[in-house]
């Protein structure tokens, strides 16, 4: 699987948008990009992904640039349950193939 | 749902003695997971099953671990003897195939060897 390149920390005003960046620029033509995000004590929680295509649900968006080389997850307004470590996987979309976690990025949403 | 069910929540335990962790998937879920995470090393992938098979446990550390998964509902991952370095945090995951291809996890036990 392509690796990723996210930054370490980012902060964020409540109640503002919070875009979160994941270069992957050897990704292949087969991979999905996935974001998880783990709350301090949980377990990683599935948030979204998508192939090329722009994708949105309930609790995110994720826009992938049209060379695929990089995306952005957007959390359009911020509140302080969404600090937490934002993890950007890309893998080949076959059941039971592995998800292999970078370092993540460290989200904090100040008040 | 119940979403993935593990136990216990902590754990303090004595190196040298035998460590069980336990995991319930979610049901229908045909693949399961177990994960372990450090301060040092992240979340690592130590060994899944699917069917209750044992597919890859290349992440498995050392002789002293191991996983077992008698039925669809249950599986164990087990120390024995444990150390301190196996202190961390670890999670069981489990996901259905052809559904989103995703991942759902426990909220993970976390063991203390002193």
């Known amino acids: 699987d392509a690796k990723t390149t996210q930054p370490p920390s980012m902060d964020c005003a409540e109640g503002r948008a919070a875009n979160l960046p994941c270069n992957h620029s050897?990704?292949?033509?087969?991979?999905?990009v996935y974001w998880y995000r783990q709350i301090h004590s949980q377990g990683p929680q599935y948030i979204i992904h998508?192939?090329?295509n722009n994708e949105t649900n309930e609790m995110a968006s994720l826009i992938i640039t049209e060379d695929r080389k990089s995306s952005t997850l957007i959390l359009p307004h911020a509140t302080l349950r969404d600090t937490a470590v934002y993890y950007c996987i890309v893998r080949v979309d076959t059941t039971g193939n592995q998800f292999y976690f970078g370092t993540g990025t460290s989200l904090t949403v100040i008040p | 749902d119940a979403g993935v069910i593990q136990s216990p929540r902590h754990e303090v335990t004595e190196m040298g003695q035998e460590v069980t962790l336990r995991c319930k998937p979610i049901?229908?879920?045909?693949?399961l997971f177990w994960y372990r995470q450090t301060m040092m090393r992240g979340l690592e992938l130590l060994i899944y099953f699917n069917n209750n098979v044992p597919i890859d446990d290349s992440g498995m550390p050392e002789d002293r671990f191991s996983a077992k998964m008698p039925n669809a509902s249950f599986s164990t991952l087990k120390i024995q003897p444990s150390e301190p370095r196996d202190s961390a945090v670890y999670f069981c995951?489990?996901?259905?195939?052809?559904?989103?291809?995703?991942?759902?996890f426990g909220e993970g036990s976390w063991l203390t060897v002193v």
């Open positions: 050897t990704i292949s033509g087969n991979e999905y």
């Open positions: 995951a489990s996901s259905r195939t052809g559904w989103k291809n995703t991942i759902y």
């Open positions: 998508g192939l090329k």
């Open positions: 049901s229908g879920h045909d693949y």
